[in-house]
């Protein structure tokens, strides 16, 4: 009872600490830090759109064979590719990302995150001049392997894209505005669906237009990337200091002739240094096998690859890749291109939500109700397809659930593994790690992809529905008891979490968020230990208090 009390007391400000935390509320506030203010946040904004715009390009590879697929299948046309051809088409560009995924590891850590972009664009470009001359042949068989060569460099491109620009974003970039920078990553990606969803619904039957196209888009995202300064993070992993002020100068907003001393800045520069020199000296001392035996390595490597697997095996790709024809055959009766282009408006309109979503609900909460939306999307249409009655009373209901299905999947686990790669790995391995989880990742995609027509095929499109409808329910068992919240949390705190096994209690999260809240009323309390006092108390007082009546339940 006298706990309960106290607490009360605590809650009404009946104590003296009210003085502590009411005094000072009206002075002016001091100004937000140099990564926070607008020219700071406007530049970084801008250097993670110029990149993305090759993510963009690989949104665009992954839609294309929803709207070319019925050109190139049909008999009548130069291209005439058969039910198993065509499944190539498709998937190919899936099993080259994983290659991609290892190969991006090496690049960014060897040549930076920049040069990975542009030679990524490159890759693109290349891949796609192949689609554009490949009718230029004089045999069917010629054409189809330029075809498949084409796609494979698209699908490297892929793999190549997804991870630099996601490194990117974190490492130039406060806490704060992390979420919504990483963010852009799954904004561009949907950007490039809804594009390609569009081109295929005006520019119908002519595939050579719509990679002439692309083409000439994957070369503006070239010298999109020209202009862009490379991470500060990696150019003091490597030792170029002065560099890599000039980049850090830039992402603060401020000039790069300003000589002025900046006390925060300065000190920002040599936490960013001291964790590089740290992560050199690991680099230099650990071998890979050590490296992985970590915990803080280990952990989130295993964590990812789940949360990868069941991204990708709840049928997200499958909906994305044969959007039209899974229309199709669900008994939509509307145009099934414009069908697509619905998937890929609500797809975008969602995705620009996300970063607000996972910064107000924290990771966890928006992938468990991604995956329990998925699972009843999932069984609605597993149902529409069992008993075909539904859908003629109700026919709209298939559209219904397949636009619902891409919505509650942009709410999380088709984001979340893409969100928190760029988060849970330690800086030293951040870049093999990510292009080793991408790798795994883009095999799952593969998989499902190649597997998908044949799965269809020996068990009926509802029950392949009613699968990715438990691989989703399985999803949300695994997001609730694996996947911790990071929300909030620095790179360093996630890392440390993953190396001691610690999890910050709310306790620990409610005292920082009001730390930062104090702060920036100026000078409330004399101390750090006269903050910690309250809330230490506070603390101890609910959790007797709640420990209390779980026992007498």
């Given at each position: 009872m006298t706990n309960q009390s106290e607490l009360v007391k605590l809650q009404n400000g009946n104590t003296t600490h009210q003085v502590l935390i009411v005094k000072g509320l009206d002075k002016t506030k001091p100004p937000k830090p140099l990564g926070e203010r607008k020219k700071a946040v406007l530049r970084q904004e801008l250097m993670v759109l110029l990149g993305n715009t090759c993510v963009v390009a690989s949104g665009m590879s992954v839609a294309l064979p929803s709207v070319s697929l019925a050109q190139l299948t049909d008999p009548n046309d130069i291209y005439n590719l058969n039910t198993e051809e065509s499944s190539w088409f498709a998937s190919i560009n899936s099993m080259a990302c994983p290659l991609g995924g290892l190969l991006v590891g090496y690049l960014m850590d060897r040549i930076g995150r920049r040069n990975t972009m542009l030679c990524t664009n490159c890759v693109g470009i290349v891949g796609l001049l192949l689609l554009v001359t490949a009718p230029s042949h004089s045999t069917r068989d010629a054409i189809y392997i330029q075809l498949l060569v084409g796609r494979f460099l698209c699908g490297l491109m892929i793999?190549?894209?997804l991870s630099p620009i996601g490194s990117y974003s974190a490492e130039i970039s406060l806490p704060r505005i992390r979420g919504r920078l990483i963010m852009g990553t799954s904004i561009a990606i949907a950007c490039g669906i809804l594009f390609m969803y569009l081109l295929g619904y005006f520019i119908r039957n002519n595939f050579k237009l719509i990679s002439i196209i692309s083409v000439v888009y994957q070369c503006f995202a070239f010298c999109c990337c020209l202009p862009m300064p490379e991470s500060p993070s990696w150019l003091l992993q490597k030792g170029y200091e002065e560099r890599a002020r000039k980049s850090l100068k830039y992402f603060r907003g401020l000039s790069k002739n300003d000589n002025n001393i900046y006390e925060e800045f300065e000190t920002e520069l040599a936490l960013i240094k001291k964790n590089s020199d740290l992560s050199r000296s690991a680099a230099a001392n650990e071998s890979l096998l050590q490296a992985i035996r970590a915990p803080e390595v280990?952990?989130?490597?295993?964590?990812?690859?789940?949360?990868?697997?069941f991204q990708q095996c709840s049928g997200i790709v499958v909906v994305i890749?044969?959007?039209?024809?899974i229309a199709t055959r669900a008994g939509v009766s509307a145009?099934?291109?414009l069908v697509a282009v619905f998937v890929g408006v609500a797809r975008i309109v969602t995705t620009f939500f996300m970063g607000a979503i996972f910064e107000k609900w924290g990771r966890r909460p928006a992938g468990i109700v991604s995956a329990a939306g998925m699972t009843v999307c999932m069984l609605i249409l597993a149902a529409n397809g069992w008993w075909p009655a539904i859908g003629q009373h109700v026919p709209?209901?298939?559209?219904v659930a397949i636009v619902l299905h891409i919505i509650f999947s942009t709410m999380g686990l088709l984001t979340l593994p893409f969100f928190m790669i760029s988060e849970v790995f330690p800086q030293r391995v951040r870049g093999s790690a990510n292009g080793f989880t991408l790798c795994i990742g883009l095999l799952f995609s593969f998989s499902v992809v190649k597997l998908y027509p044949t799965m269809e095929t020996l068990i009926g499109t509802a029950n392949s529905f009613a699968f990715f409808g438990a691989i989703s329910l399985l999803g949300v068992a695994f997001i609730y008891f694996i996947v911790p919240e990071t929300k909030g949390r620095s790179l360093l705190e996630i890392e440390?979490?993953?190396?001691t096994g610690r999890k910050v209690s709310n306790a620990e999260v409610a005292r920082r968020q009001s730390q930062i809240a104090m702060e920036e009323a100026a000078g409330i309390y004399r101390s750090d230990l006269e903050l910690n006092e309250v809330f230490l108390k506070l603390s101890k007082v609910d959790?007797?208090?709640?420990?209390t009546v779980n026992g007498k339940e």
């Open positions: 793999g190549l894209s280990y952990k989130p490597l295993i964590m990812m690859i789940g949360l990868f697997f890749v044969f959007a039209a024809q145009d099934p291109l709209l209901l298939p559209v440390n979490y993953f190396r959790d007797e208090l709640g420990k």
